[in-house]
């Protein structure tokens, strides 16, 4: 702030003497206003403001790893009492995908300073694994279920691709997120070609 107050006198001083046109004062003020308003919290995650790229960073990093790590639980739940061959096959590769996101998340969060500290509610875990590791339901209902959470793919992935957009330093991490992003749309693509091939068939028959 006391950064921006110098310049700011500084470009009246300048003003008054004289040494640049009206036209120029008004540019260098809008400009000097814009990097006020962005100084301070300009970074986005979570709906929460941070001032520096790095604790952005720290905080997504945490809850992208704690995600992929919950997935990687529950698609092995599901793996293990899956009722169909081909689904069996695609939920491993899933699986094994997310367990790897997760350990690249949490190194790169660790080179950042941070630690592991995200976890998932009991509450929900028990719902959710109570699901996924159910034999009552069937592959192509618990398909159903999972691709209901995510009509719009690209639109799931915007809490990725809104921090992915943001980042202008670290290019370790932008990089490393626009590889997991393409991994996210692969699974993706798979959860729902696989569910409307299953329950296209059932409803066939």
Request: negative net charge.
């Amino acid at each position: 702030m006391a950064t921006h107050d110098f310049e700011v006198r500084q470009l009246l001083k300048a003003y008054r003497k004289g040494v640049i046109s009206d036209a120029l004062f008004e540019e260098q003020m809008g400009e000097l206003g814009n990097g006020a308003s962005n100084g301070a919290g300009k970074y986005v995650f979570g709906g929460k403001s941070y001032d520096t790229e790095r604790e952005m960073l720290v905080a997504f990093l945490d809850e992208y790893r704690c995600a992929e790590n919950y997935a990687a639980d529950y698609f092995n739940c599901w793996s293990e009492v899956s009722d169909q061959a081909c689904v069996k096959g695609g939920l491993l590769a899933v699986q094994q995908r997310e367990s790897f996101h997760a350990q690249l998340l949490e190194a790169r969060l660790r080179e950042l300073g941070g630690a592991p500290q995200c976890s998932v509610p009991t509450e929900q875990r028990e719902k959710d694994m109570a699901l996924y590791a159910s034999t009552d339901k069937n592959d192509a209902e618990k398909l159903e279920f999972v691709t209901s959470q995510f009509p719009d793919l690209t639109k799931a992935l915007s809490f990725i691709t809104d921090v992915i957009d943001q980042i202008q330093d670290d290019q370790q991490s932008k990089e490393l997120l626009r590889s997991l992003v393409q991994d996210e749309m692969s699974s993706g693509n798979w959860l729902m070609e696989t569910c409307q091939q299953l329950n296209g068939q059932q409803a066939a028959a």
